[in-house]
C-alpha cells in the first residue's frame, strides 16, 4: 500500500502527528457585518458562533480532512500555535464539524440524478 499524498505539510516547520490538524483562520475575529451592513462588535453577546479556517496541514491518521479545505469548528475548543510569525489553530479531526463542499459548476443544474 503507497502512502497517501494529501498529507502534505511542505513548507510547514512541523511534522504533525496523530488526527491533527493545522488550520488558518479566515478573516478578522474582531467586529463583524451583517448581511444588512450593520457592524457587529467582537463583544456583543451571541450564542456560540462557529468559526470558518482552511486546512494547512494534517497529521497521517486524518481522514477527511485534506489541506486547502475549509472547515467548521467552535473557536471555543481551539489550542493556538505561531509559526514564524503566523497565527495558526491546532484541532483534533473530531473537533471539526463540517468541511466546505464543493461549489456546484455554473453550467450545471446542480441537481445530483
Known amino acids: 500500500m503507497t502512502a497517501v499524498s494529501h498529507h502534505d505539510d511542505a513548507g ?3 511534522r504533525l502527528l496523530h488526527d491533527r490538524v493545522l488550520v488558518q483562520l479566515e478573516g478578522n475575529e474582531g467586529e463583524r ?3 444588512a451592513g450593520i457592524v457587529i ?3 456583543a453577546s451571541m450564542g456560540r458562533r462557529l468559526s470558518w479556517a482552511s486546512a494547512v ?3 497521517p491518521n486524518v481522514r477527511s480532512i485534506v489541506v486547502g479545505d475549509r ?3 467552535d473557536p471555543d475548543d481551539r489550542s493556538e500555535v505561531e509559526l514564524h510569525g503566523r497565527g495558526y489553530v491546532m484541532l483534533r479531526e ?3 464539524h ?3 463542499a464543493a461549489r456546484v459548476e455554473p453550467d ?3 441537481l445530483y440524478l
Open 12 to 14: 510547514l516547520p512541523i
Open 33 to 35: 457585518r451583517s448581511t
Open 41 to 43: 462588535p467582537a463583544t
Open 57 to 59: 496541514g494534517v497529521g
Open 71 to 73: 472547515v467548521l469548528f
Open 94 to 96: 473530531r473537533d471539526v
Open 98 to 100: 463540517a468541511v466546505a
Open 108 to 110: 450545471s443544474t446542480g
